[in-house]
């Protein structure tokens, strides 16, 4: 009875068209199919993905939807009023300090069955509180209660959504997953904006409602098919998250300082106004997600970068004054925050998929200093009243580099850079691979119960089924040689730097194999050397 530890890998292939997780657990990145380059997933998996990537889309867009609940009914910046705002964010503030404080014996919210009703209740009064506001005229103590009940609805959901990021691969899967769902919920707001308002608040109550249904069932598929591929054995925090936390609360302050200004406002009461700024947001996201997926093969983060570029330069424009046209600002201010969201996940999401991290404790604690950081720019907002808009807004300017340069001084070489995150050890990520035995299958897991010294007899083992496959199929030697690594759990690229050859040599004698052994995934591959070795024995 023998196994091989796959040595380097991305993604998990699984049979085409397969609705479960195979027991054949092996590696597929970029190794070709007969139409070319492509990475098989389970079904399942890809229908987990795609479920996650619109439940997040909606949980979003039903956050853009309340927070800017006056241009959803179409009564311009003064539908919510500044004191159901306040309320929203005190009550959030409240909630995720209580889960912060209470989640050294609370292991997972997305797990605990009575998240999703509770959500439900609070996001449902919530709703239609707002709606019944809505069509009444935006009635303040509605607005007011409302602003409440979603408080208590939502927070538990962004935890629980952040969960999510432990069933995805940090590869790809959590890039993918992200940046194009911030960039669908602007759109989807963007459309409910513009739907007649009965009809809008329709949609405004079936967010939430969406993004709880996709919650449930994509925790469901992706957790069944999880297992065949991540770390096994995940690894202890090295480092403190606190430098994410100096940052996103960093982050808000000028988002918060400048949203309640007098320009701010005439440009939400302003429908054509407020939809070019949707427009240049989506756009502006557009571009950063294409650099953002350009930049993920070294693995830099981006994203960061682009919020503190876009923030900055809302409160310089902002300061400067008289900016034409007037929705500029504006989208510089939103395209930076509604990044912003993105920044929080994609900051903290391998910490959740890598380590033994605690996420309920790192999602809440990430969350009180984005509240934190928006109440302390309302704050220096409000000094507008005295100081004038400009002054306040140089002053929160100030505070937000001062704090900035602080917390990277203080903290560098102690926490984990918030512009480097996504950037991981891939020898620790192990993949799972099967290999044959007269008397069954021995899952890779098990390796850790075989003797260090024996790991050269397994490898042995498998180089005597890549023989026979050579003798029988007539490969080359450097298809044999390639085609032990891929049975190894190679990747392309850890081939080629293996071999000391080009990725498009390897993917061509990768295509030469498959071709001579007509099969088309790397499963297929592995199971066809299977069982050569059971045939000639």
């Given at each position: 009875?023998?196994?091989?530890?796959?040595?380097?890998?991305?993604?998990?292939?699984?049979?085409?068209?397969?609705?479960?997780?195979?027991?054949?657990?092996?590696?597929?990145?970029?190794?070709?199919?007969?139409?070319?380059?492509?990475?098989?997933?389970?079904?399942?998996?890809?229908?987990?993905?795609?479920?996650?990537?619109?439940?997040?889309?909606?949980?979003?867009?039903?956050?853009?939807?309340?927070?800017?609940?006056?241009?959803?009914?179409?009564?311009?910046?003064?539908?919510?009023?500044?004191?159901?705002?306040?309320?929203?964010?005190?009550?959030?503030?409240?909630?995720?300090?209580?889960?912060?404080?209470?989640?050294?014996?609370?292991?997972?919210?997305?797990?605990?069955?009575?998240?999703?009703?509770?959500?439900?209740?609070?996001?449902?009064?919530?709703?239609?509180?707002?709606?019944?506001?809505?069509?009444?005229?935006?009635?303040?103590?509605?607005?007011?209660?409302?602003?409440?009940?979603?408080?208590?609805?939502?927070?538990?959901?962004?935890?629980?959504?952040?969960?999510?990021?432990?069933?995805?691969?940090?590869?790809?899967e959590q890039l993918l997953v992200?940046?194009?769902?911030?960039?669908?919920?602007?759109?989807?707001?963007?459309?409910?904006?513009?739907?007649?308002?009965?009809?809008?608040?329709?949609?405004?109550?079936?967010?939430?409602?969406?993004?709880?249904?996709?919650?449930?069932?994509?925790?469901?598929?992706?957790?069944?098919?999880?297992?065949?591929?991540?770390?096994?054995e995940k690894l202890p925090m090295?480092?403190?998250?606190?430098?994410?936390?100096?940052?996103?609360?960093?982050?808000?302050?000028?988002?918060?300082?400048?949203?309640?200004?007098?320009?701010?406002?005439?440009?939400?009461?302003?429908?054509?106004?407020?939809?070019?700024?949707?427009?240049?947001?989506?756009?502006?996201?557009?571009?950063?997600?294409?650099?953002?997926?350009?930049?993920?093969?070294?693995?830099?983060?981006?994203?960061?970068?682009?919020?503190?570029?876009?923030?900055?330069?809302?409160?310089?424009?902002?300061?400067?004054?008289?900016?034409?046209?007037?929705?500029?600002?504006?989208?510089?201010?939103?395209?930076?925050?509604?990044?912003?969201?993105?920044?929080?996940?994609?900051?903290?999401?391998?910490?959740?998929?890598?380590?033994?991290?605690?996420?309920?404790?790192?999602?809440?604690?990430?969350?009180?200093?984005?509240?934190?950081?928006?109440?302390?720019?309302?704050?220096?907002?409000?000094?507008?009243?005295?100081?004038?808009?400009?002054?306040?807004?140089?002053?929160?300017?100030?505070?937000?580099?001062?704090?900035?340069?602080?917390?990277?001084?203080?903290?560098?070489?102690?926490?984990?850079?918030?512009?480097?995150?996504?950037?991981?050890?891939?020898?620790?990520?192990?993949?799972?691979?099967?290999?044959?035995?007269?008397?069954?299958?021995?899952?890779?897991?098990?390796?850790?119960?075989?003797?260090?010294?024996?790991?050269?007899?397994?490898?042995?083992?498998?180089?005597?089924?890549?023989?026979?496959?050579?003798?029988?199929?007539?490969?080359?030697?450097?298809?044999?040689?390639?085609?032990?690594?891929?049975?190894?759990?190679?990747?392309?690229?850890?081939?080629?730097?293996?071999?000391?050859?080009?990725?498009?040599?390897?993917?061509?004698?990768?295509?030469?194999?498959?071709?001579?052994?007509?099969?088309?995934?790397?499963?297929?591959?592995?199971?066809?050397?299977?069982?050569?070795?059971?045939?000639?024995?």
């Open positions: 009875m023998f196994a091989a530890y796959a040595e380097r890998g991305d993604v998990i292939s699984m049979a085409k068209g397969s609705t479960e997780v195979s027991d054949m657990r092996c590696l597929s990145d970029t190794a070709p199919r007969t139409g070319g380059a492509a990475t098989i997933y389970s079904t399942q998996r890809a229908a987990g993905i795609l479920l996650a990537l619109a439940g997040m889309a909606l949980q979003w867009a039903s956050l853009h939807s309340i927070t800017f609940f006056g241009t959803v009914v179409r009564a311009g910046g003064d539908a919510g009023s500044s004191v159901a705002w306040v309320a929203n964010s005190v009550c959030t503030f409240a909630v995720f300090l209580a889960l912060f404080v209470v989640s050294r014996r609370i292991s997972s919210l997305l797990d605990d069955r009575r998240t999703v009703p509770f959500a439900a209740a609070c996001l449902g009064a919530g709703a239609a509180c707002f709606a019944a506001g809505g069509l009444l005229g935006a009635s303040s103590p509605l607005i007011f209660a409302g602003s409440v009940f979603i408080a208590f609805g939502t927070t538990p959901l962004i935890v629980a959504w952040g969960e999510m990021y432990k069933y995805l691969n940090p590869k790809g992200t940046l194009v769902a911030i960039v669908c919920s602007v759109v989807t707001y963007f459309v409910e904006t513009h739907l007649p308002l009965a009809l809008a608040m329709v949609v405004f109550v079936a967010l939430p409602i969406g993004s709880l249904a996709c919650l449930a069932r994509s925790r469901t598929l992706l957790a069944d098919s999880s297992s065949a591929w991540g770390a096994k090295e480092k403190s998250p606190a430098l994410f936390f100096v940052c996103i609360a960093v982050f808000s302050i000028p988002y918060n300082c400048l949203r309640g200004s007098e320009d701010m406002q005439a440009v939400l009461a302003d429908a054509a106004a407020w939809s070019c700024v949707l427009a240049v947001v989506i756009v502006a996201m557009v571009a950063v997600a294409l650099a953002e997926y350009a930049a993920e093969r070294r693995g830099v983060l981006l994203v960061p970068s682009a919020v503190l570029f876009l923030l900055s330069a809302a409160m310089v424009l902002h300061l400067m004054g008289n900016v034409s046209p007037s929705f500029i600002v504006p989208s510089f201010l939103y395209a930076g925050y509604y990044l912003f969201l993105a920044m929080v996940y994609l900051a903290l999401g391998p910490l959740v998929a890598t380590t033994d991290a605690n996420p309920v404790r790192l999602f809440s604690g990430a969350m009180l200093a984005n509240v934190g950081g928006l109440l302390l720019g309302s704050l220096l907002g409000g000094l507008g009243a005295w100081l004038g808009e400009q002054a306040a807004a140089l002053v929160a300017m100030g505070a937000t580099y001062v704090i900035f340069f602080a917390g990277c001084t203080l903290l560098y070489n102690r926490s984990y850079s918030i512009f480097r995150v996504n950037s991981y050890d891939e020898k620790k990520y192990s993949f799972e691979y099967l290999a044959p035995d007269s008397s069954g299958l021995l899952p890779a897991c098990a390796v850790d119960a075989i003797a260090v010294d024996n790991a050269q007899p397994l490898l042995d083992a498998i180089k005597t089924q890549c023989d026979v496959a050579r003798d029988r199929f007539g490969l080359s030697s450097r298809e044999h040689e390639v085609l032990v690594l891929l049975t190894r759990g190679r990747t392309i690229a850890s081939i080629a730097e293996k071999l000391y050859v080009s990725e498009n040599t390897v993917k061509a004698h990768t295509k030469a194999i498959y071709r001579k052994l007509q099969v088309q995934t790397r499963e297929e591959l592995l199971m066809r050397v299977q069982n050569l070795l059971r045939e000639e024995s």
